[in-house]
């Protein structure tokens, strides 16, 4: 998936991404992404996987997107199954 405009993925919101989009429509917890990306469970406090998600929303394009499931984690839903969220 290419970015928009500006520029390319930088290696961890590559990893981010890949992820998702490995397990699409399934809800994936902080925890879980926090493991199968950085190796170990991030501290709660950590912004480290926002920041990461919010970054990457500004590069999806072709209607694909990372919905937030407050308190419970990530979503990601490619162009061709938005379900709304």
Not at 2 to 23: D, M, S, W
Request: charged residues 20%; aromatic residues 8%; positive net charge.
């Amino acid at each position: 998936m290419a970015p928009k405009t500006g520029p390319p993925f930088a290696p961890r919101e590559q990893q981010v991404l890949e992820y998702l989009r490995a397990h699409p429509g399934r809800l994936i917890s902080r925890d879980e992404l926090s493991r199968g990306v950085w190796g170990f469970v991030l501290d709660h406090r950590s912004r480290a996987i926002d920041q990461t998600v919010a970054n990457l929303r500004k590069k999806l394009c072709n209607g694909a997107r990372i919905i937030t499931h407050h308190g419970q984690g990530y979503e990601y839903v490619n162009g061709q199954n938005v379900s709304g969220g």
